[in-house]
């Protein structure tokens, strides 16, 4: 009924970019808040970056001046543009959107799959 789909993962080197997206799809009434999470092997997941209805955006200190976070036109959407990859970057990259399904009155996160970021010569 509702879902997130990432793309745009793949290998890099060391010092490239990547741009990712994720858009949502389904009975969504309204999206208030979508931010991209990662987990690397062996690591728990983290907060990378989010972004308010509003435009205000949040980022974690190892990706600020790096990375950036926006939404699509259509609000149903969100893009992560990653530059000046270092190999610890390599992670599994989730989208996460807390959104109102319609008909509910209620607000619940919602998760994609995730898409693989590899930095690596």
């Known amino acids: 009924q509702v879902q997130l789909v990432e793309s745009g993962g793949g290998l890099v080197q060391p010092g490239g970019s990547l741009r990712l997206s994720c858009a949502a799809s389904?009975?969504?009434?309204?999206?208030?808040?979508m931010a991209w999470y990662r987990q690397a092997p062996g690591k728990q997941r983290e907060l990378v970056a989010d972004i308010t209805g509003g435009g205000n955006t949040n980022y974690a200190d190892f990706v600020k001046g790096r990375f950036t976070i926006s939404r699509g036109n259509a609000k149903n959407t969100v893009f992560l543009q990653m530059n000046s990859l270092k190999p610890e970057d390599t992670a599994v990259y989730y989208c996460?959107?807390?959104?109102?399904?319609?008909?509910?009155?209620?607000?619940?996160?919602?998760w994609g799959k995730g898409t693989l970021v590899t930095v690596s010569s």
């Open positions: 996460n959107a807390d959104l109102e399904v319609a008909g509910t009155g209620r607000t619940m996160a919602y």
């Open positions: 389904g009975s969504i009434f309204s999206i208030y808040a």
